[in-house]
Nanobody
Framework: QLVEAGGGLVQTGESLRLSCTAS????????MSWYRQAPGKERELVAQ????????NYADSVKGRFTISRDNAKNMVYLQMDGLKPEDTAVYYC???????????WGQGTQVTVSS
């Protein structure tokens, strides 16, 4: 089970920190990602942190503004979002994927709204 928190309404240029808590004893092996889906658009990958090596990947649209991190001791993954823009408005979803498999889990989503 994945539970997200930290969404809300902010103004352009402000920051938010999303968190996702996983209910598993093997959290450290999962590739953790944040996706988002804006109204009328497909769900897109925002940021990813790969297990064991902590390699990160970002969508071009958020590079330099968003930072993904994880705390394996707390079974948590974070998304620090700085310099928010109205186009960042979306529902943000936490995703956990077992490496080298198709097994994955999704959180319920948290709304992020950026006003201009």
């Amino acid at each position: 089970q994945l539970v997200e928190a930290g969404g809300g309404l902010v103004q352009t240029g402000e920051s938010l920190r999303l968190s996702c808590t996983a209910s598993t004893s093997t959290f450290s092996i999962f590739t953790m990602s944040w996706y988002r889906q804006a109204p009328g658009k497909e769900r897109e990958l925002v940021a990813q942190i790969i297990s064991t090596v902590d390699k990160t990947n970002y969508a071009d649209s958020v590079k330099g503004r968003f930072t993904i991190s994880r705390d394996n001791a707390k079974n948590m993954v974070y998304l620090q979002m700085d310099g928010l823009k109205p186009e960042d408005t979306a529902v943000y979803y936490c995703n956990a994927r077992l490496p080298s498999s198709s097994l994955e889990w999704w959180g319920q989503g948290t709304q992020v709204t950026v006003s201009s």
